[in-house]
């Protein structure tokens, strides 16, 4: 906290402490550290302090029910910082979906789906797994993985029954990514 104070020009801390605690209590604000004798503290913002000073996050309101009338209440319950809305780490990546053999799994054509390279694909999972790429030319797909034959075999299958499962040898498939998450567009042109 003597950074602030220092930044800000004052003389001391009493003359900002007062308005920090009111901001933590509101929930603007953490404060951490402190204690002894010269150890500073820490003040941070909090999400919803974020969101309060347009810096980031979005609200979310409440819940809405996607079946029978009832009734809506607008209560702020929490602020979801960007990195929540698609939690990602290092590394992930978006690739663009086109056709439709995984709208069973709610996966559709244009939908962006974040991928995690180097995650080891569980049985049943859905990836983006690519086929053949020892001879050169590699063709990739986003299906569910099954491991079978004791290893010896891949089953690819969609999500969609109009789509027949792909089945390859076991090594000649390798993993892009497995799939963590996705995001859509209401407007689908984008």
Known sequence: MSGLVRELGLAGSSSVVPTLRIMERNGFVSIA???CTGRDQLVKLTPKGRYAIAEGGLPVLGVIRAGPLEEAVAEP??????????PYRPGDFLLRV?????????????????LRPHAQVGQGEIAAVMVGCDEGECEATLKRFYLEDRGRVVRLKAGNPAYA??????NEVRIAGVFRGLIRYADRRT
């Open 98 to 114: 086109r056709g439709d053999s995984m709208i069973g799994d709610g996966i559709l054509p244009g939908d962006h789906v974040l």
């Open 77 to 86: 319950e929490t602020i979801l910082e960007d990195h929540e809305l698609l």
């Open 165 to 170: 499962d792909i089945v390859v040898p076991a």
């Open 33 to 35: 550290g402190g204690g």
